[in-house]
């Protein structure tokens, strides 16, 4: 008999968790003297009360949701990939290769190949940790990390060594073409008179996420792999007795999970900043983890707690501006989330599941 | 000569960087010789790194900083045994989230006490800890080779430095002669058995990992009052992280964590000295510098040379038969 009923594991687990977050996080704005209602008021009309807030809201949610789907993929094979941001940063550099050295005639088949690029580039990164959980039983989580760092040491190299142009002072790559710069929301949904999204950063790339959500969704629940996949991760000793080789889909899972999160440099490398800079990834890679945590690694999940993420940054980023609140609020917030609907998922579901049993107790 | 004594200096700084590589990397042989995974040495550092350096500001005696630090990371260590221990949750998520945690709230705080864009102001006078000087530091400085490798590469250090150098043959002492690190390292591998012998589970592993938070808290305390003059943002600049290369570099065995954060100290002074190293037309970038302790761990976790293996119930949250 489950202990519970499904709505209460999907929806409520995480309601309270998050619940619990925002309380400790209100906490936290009333300790350092500041007002939290009209924080979360700031915070509100920043990045949804104008087209220019949820232009932001929406570029930094489609990171995301390419690093939350990256996580969740991997986490339905329990394998915790916590190396998106070296996956992210190495499919920047695929993204740079296909902008910069081959010329393309319109953008949108440069986008294809970039796509391409940045997930060859995020997949190959995720390969080694990947063969080597599989192949040789190190610990995934302790070789992602370490490929975090080289992966930030190589591309410390490449911008300052080689991919620079000459004269140039600070490490990054040229400018991309005008050919392969993608179009923003502010160029499709503006009219003459009415101009939206203004100098916002989101673009085409948003629907490639939504895109990505759907795909993964038919993936993991529609697939013959999607099935292999799950079981593997429920049982280890049962997916073996079925046929189901590990090593394989270890090694498939970290393909897709690292190819997911190299296909972010498309939105933030080819769509933002339109070259290749030091620090690209500002972290989104890490917070895939509590998107992923969040979203119960379930697509749907992930696309809401990726919006309500890109809400956190770019309200965080106006309350910076407008109070002495600084940014690294929202990276509070972020540990509460992941430490909540993570760490101590069992301190919220252990008294509801007696709750609910002595209710069950109860009706009968 | 003039290649010695860079030589000197070179070595010099590898002790000082090396130390708190080598307190963070103590603190996770602790913790995960008990079977707690441990990946939040970084937070905890950070956190101690701050706070010993506010407090040693405000009251200008680095003492005090000292015991802020630790019970700073010592809150961090409760939270991840409250996750990973009471509640059974993931260790390596916690770790995660503490790390966020400490990242985000020092700048929070600082920036609240102090008005000074994330950082603490300068420490000086008391509230800093000052080098020790060997007797006849002074006087025997002018013998050559004994002279500075006395009074240069031993001599002048902080106390926290000795301290640190101290802890390896009483980690070892601890761990293998007494019957608390017996307990300890057991329940590691085979907490069961652990529990059959009437021992507690619970309370041998949050001791554990109230000693890693007393380590990572001098090792922050170093970083923030001996190594620099105060906290600046993200100061920690992922030494938690070399660390646990280190910890999985040693397999998990005290004396060998010292030869590892000695290493990666000495990596990291020559990266500090200089920038390309040129080798007869081979110019080695000081990036692959950065990233040779990293790559050296994951040679060593693939098992080619030498295979590491973690103690053995790592990670796995313990539940009692009923």
Redesign the interface.
């Given at each position: 008999m489950e202990k519970m009923p499904k709505w209460a594991d999907v929806v409520l687990i995480p309601l309270i968790s998050l619940i619990l977050a925002a309380i400790l996080s209100a906490l936290v704005i009333l300790a350092i003297g500041e007002n939290p209602i009209e924080a979360v008021k700031l915070m509100v009309t920043g990045a949804l009360g104008s087209t220019y807030g949820w232009g932001y809201t929406l570029y930094y949610a489609t990171n995301f949701m390419f690093t939350g789907l990256a996580v969740a993929v991997a986490f339905h094979a329990r394998l915790f990939n916590i190396g998106g941001e070296g996956q992210a940063m190495l499919g920047g550099l695929g993204v740079a290769m296909v902008c910069l050295y081959i010329p393309w005639p319109h953008w949108s088949i440069a986008l294809l190949a970039a796509c391409a690029g940045s997930m060859l580039f995020g997949a190959a990164w995720a390969a080694i940790p990947a063969y080597l959980q599989a192949k040789r039983g190190s610990h995934i989580v302790i070789t992602t990390i370490m490929f975090n760092f080289i992966a930030a040491a190589f591309l410390n190299y490449v911008l300052v060594n080689l991919m620079r142009p000459p004269g140039a002072q600070d490490p990054s790559s040229a400018s991309f073409p005008e050919a392969v710069h993608l179009p923003t929301f502010q160029s499709m949904f503006s009219t003459a008179e009415n101009v939206v999204f203004k100098g916002t950063p989101v673009n085409i790339t948003f629907f490639i996420a939504v895109l990505a959500c759907f795909v993964v969704w038919a993936l993991i629940w529609r697939t013959r792999l999607g099935y292999e996949i799950r079981s593997y991760g429920k049982t280890e000793t049962g997916a073996v007795y079925a046929g189901i080789s590990p090593v394989r889909i270890t090694i498939i899972a970290m393909l897709i999970s690292g190819a997911l999160a190299g296909l972010m440099a498309i939105n933030n490398v080819m769509g933002e900043a339109e070259r290749l800079v030091l620090n690209a990834t500002e972290g989104a890679g890490f917070i895939g983890i509590a998107v992923a945590l969040m979203g119960r690694s379930h697509p749907f999940g992930v696309f809401l707690a990726a919006i309500l993420f890109g809400f956190l940054y770019q309200g965080g980023a106006e309350l910076a501006f407008w109070t002495s609140i600084p940014r690294e609020l929202i990276v509070v917030i972020q540990a509460l989330v992941i430490l909540f609907t993570g760490a101590l998922d069992n301190m919220v579901r252990m008294p509801l599941e007696k709750l609910f049993l002595s209710l069950r107790k109860g009706a009968q | 000569m003039e290649f010695f004594i860079t030589f000197i200096q070179v070595l010099d700084s590898t002790i000082r960087l090396a130390t708190p590589l080598l307190l963070a990397c103590l603190a996770g042989l602790y913790s995960e010789r008990a079977g707690i995974f441990d990946?939040g040495l970084e937070g905890k550092m950070l956190m101690a790194a701050f706070f010993s350096a506010a407090v040693a500001a405000v009251t200008g005696s680095v003492w005090l900083g000292l015991l802020a630090g630790i019970a700073s990371s010592l809150v961090l260590s409760g939270?991840h045994g409250?996750?990973?221990i009471t509640?059974?949750?993931?260790?390596?998520?916690?770790g995660?989230?503490?790390?966020?945690?400490a990242?985000?709230?020092t700048?929070?705080?600082a920036?609240?006490w102090f008005?000074q864009g994330?950082r603490t102001p300068s420490l000086f006078g008391g509230g800093r800890f000052t080098p020790i000087n060997f007797p006849f530091a002074e006087s025997l400085s002018g013998v050559p080779i004994i002279g500075p490798i006395y009074s240069e590469l031993l001599s002048g250090h902080s106390i926290l430095v000795y301290v640190a150098f101290l802890m390896v043959p009483a980690t070892w002492w601890i761990l293998y002669r007494t019957r608390f690190g017996l307990r300890l390292r057991a329940v590691g591998e085979n907490p069961a058995a652990v529990d059959t012998a009437g021992v507690s589970v619970v309370g041998l592993r949050y001791a554990a990992v109230a000693i890693c938070g007393v380590l990572c808290g001098i090792a922050g305390a170093y970083l923030a009052t001996a190594l620099q003059a105060g906290f600046v943002k993200d100061m920690t600049a992922?030494r938690g992280?070399i660390a646990?290369?280190a910890l999985?570099f040693a397999k998990w065995r005290p004396w060998h964590a010292m030869g590892a954060c000695l290493l990666f100290g000495l990596l990291q002074a020559i990266a500090l000295r200089f920038q390309n190293i040129d080798l007869g037309g081979v110019v080695i970038?000081v990036?692959?510098m950065?990233?040779l302790p990293?790559?050296l761990?994951?040679v060593i976790?693939?098992?080619f040379v030498g295979k590491a293996v973690?103690p053995r119930a790592g990670g796995e949250p313990y539940v009692k038969e009923r």
């Open positions: - | 990946i939270l409250l996750a990973s509640f059974r949750g993931n260790q390596l998520i916690s995660v989230a503490i790390n966020f945690l990242a985000g709230m700048v929070l705080v920036q609240s008005e994330g992922g992280f646990l290369a999985i970038p990036q692959a950065d990233a990293y790559v761990t994951v976790l693939a098992g973690p």
